[in-house]
């Protein structure tokens, strides 16, 4: 299993919901990341996990929260969100090798999550 | 500040030419460099790397230069296939937050002319 597999394809929640997405992979890969995108723009990094602990936090606003309960799975709990948190929400992937997390991540096919 | 920069939002190419995609960085603690490759409602697709201690790597159809005295990355496609047309982003990584954090460009829209 060489892919990053993330749902649902597509959310749309108010202002007032709480919904979650999920993110899995099976490569054995130990260092997992949110990224959100919004059109015409690069990706954002948003979270890095290595080992299941947050190692990075880049500032994002604690509407978003991360969670990764194993080795093979991220989730990202939304709670209260604003109609301007709409965007490509990008999982990715990547291994560990000689002490080192690799620089290749691999990407899956996103959440696409509307706010109203 | 954008520390990733295409400075060419889109570039169309006869197929079968070469595609140059290029682009430019201002941390010098980038260490690590790589391509990536998005066609729409998908996630981006990893293709190709390249190292500050190379200057040239090469897979198949695709080569990445990397000029680091001025900061300079370029991808070259040859020939270039209809197959090609999708938005390519560059992306570094290094420095404060090592391999852990890419920070991309702002992407490239390539489009193959059959």
Excluded at chain 1, 1 to 13: A, F, G, I, N, R
Excluded at chain 1, 45 to 66: D, W
Excluded at chain 1, 72 to 94: F, I, M, R, V
């Amino acid at each position: 299993d060489t892919e990053v597999t993330q749902t649902p394809k597509h959310l749309v929640m108010g202002m007032t919901n709480k919904k979650s997405l999920k993110c899995e992979q099976h490569m054995g890969h130990r260092a997992m990341y949110w990224y959100k995108q919004k059109a015409k723009k690069p990706p954002e990094l948003m979270f890095v996990y290595s080992y299941e602990k947050l190692s990075i936090n880049e500032s994002v606003p604690s509407r978003f929260s991360p969670e990764c309960p194993n080795s093979s799975l991220l989730n990202l709990h939304l709670h209260a969100l604003q109609p301007e948190d709409s965007a490509l929400y990008l999982c990715a992937s990547s291994q560990w090798t000689s002490g080192r997390v690799s620089n290749e991540q691999f990407f899956g096919p996103g959440t696409r999550l509307t706010v109203l | 500040d954008q520390q990733v920069k295409q400075n060419s939002p889109s570039l169309s190419v006869q197929e079968g030419r070469i595609s140059i995609l290029n682009c430019d960085y201002t941390n010098s603690m980038f260490d690590y460099f790589l391509w990536y490759k998005k066609y729409p409602a998908e996630g981006p697709t990893f293709l190709i790397s390249i190292s500050s201690i190379k200057d040239k790597n090469e897979d198949g159809r695709f080569t990445v230069f990397l000029n680091k005295s001025a900061k300079h990355l370029s991808l070259h496609i040859v020939p270039s296939q209809p197959g090609d047309s999708a938005v390519y982003f560059c992306a570094a990584s290094g420095g404060n937050f090592g391999n852990e954090k890419l920070t991309f460009g702002t992407g490239t829209r390539l489009t193959i002319i059959p």
